[in-house]
């Protein structure tokens, strides 16, 4: 039988990247951070002058990308995603690569050869359980995941989380804008024709706008322990 899958889904700034590392670390699951793969694919495009929207370019561009997770230097942090032998952390956080990730994400060429990647990533010998991040892992790539989540929070306090970790890293792109974008990737995001963003029916929906992100941990943490002890 395969690991034990936690899905979370959720549009940007939701919290879904700490909330999945924090929840990846307390239960010793490994974690795949879906969103790293389509940016990393939006900035190879980019840098062959692919056009995000090219299908025809995409196709044959897909299958020569080696994308991977690295653990965080000193064990501490966000895990590092390398493109080939490069590591393209920084370079995939751009408000650009934003929206570059989610225009090729909404190509099915591009969905359907990410796939197997994010499957394989999940099951790999050695992982006790998975947490997946992204927009479709309990509706698209794990239906049959575990547990599922939704988190969301208002479109205010999302682009201010954003806003915030932009700063941090030295990035001046204006609040205004910040939350122009995000309200653009939602929207796209959620209206696409393949794989939309939307909760699982069978999703526990929790809204962060009024809870710490150590709250939504406890309380992921604490459904996702009692669905391992009922042997889920
Ligand atoms: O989560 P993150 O902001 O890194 O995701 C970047 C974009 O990648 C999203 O806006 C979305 O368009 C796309 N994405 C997706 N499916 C996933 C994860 C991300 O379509 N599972």
Redesign the pocket.
């Known amino acids: 039988s395969r690991p034990f899958i936690v899905a979370i889904?959720g549009p940007?700034g939701a919290g879904?990247?700490t909330t999945s590392r924090r929840l990846a670390a307390r239960l010793g699951f490994a974690m795949v951070?879906?969103?790293?793969?389509?940016?990393t694919v939006a900035l190879a495009a980019r840098r062959a002058a692919i056009a995000f929207d090219d299908d025809a370019a995409l196709g044959p561009l897909l299958p020569a990308l080696c994308i991977r997770f690295a653990p965080p230097p000193g064990g501490e942090g966000a895990q590092r995603v390398l493109l080939g032998e490069e590591d393209v952390s920084a370079a995939i956080r751009t408000p650009e690569m934003?929206l570059g990730?989610?225009a090729v994400?909404?190509r099915p060429v591009v969905?359907a050869a990410l796939l197997d990647l994010?499957r394989r990533l999940a099951t790999a010998p050695g992982n006790a359980g998975a947490v997946l991040?992204?927009?479709?892992?309990g509706t698209v790539?794990f239906p049959d995941a575990d547990a599922k989540f939704f988190l969301t929070a208002s479109p205010e306090v999302r682009a201010r989380r954003r806003f915030a970790e932009l700063q941090a890293r030295g990035d001046t792109t204006p609040f205004e804008q910040v939350l122009a974008d995000q309200l653009k990737?939602d929207a796209?995001?959620s209206s696409r024709a393949v794989?939309p963003?939307r909760p699982a029916a069978d999703a526990r929906v929790f809204d962060s706008t009024a809870l710490s992100l150590d709250e939504v941990v406890e309380a992921l943490a604490g459904e996702v322990r009692a669905r391992v002890a009922q042997g889920v």
Not at 33 to 39: F, K, L, V
Not at 133 to 137: K, L, Q, T
């Open positions: 889904d940007a879904k990247s951070d879906t969103g790293a793969i389509y940016r934003s990730a989610s994400s909404a969905r994010q991040e992204g927009r479709d892992i790539v990737r796209d995001d794989a963003l």
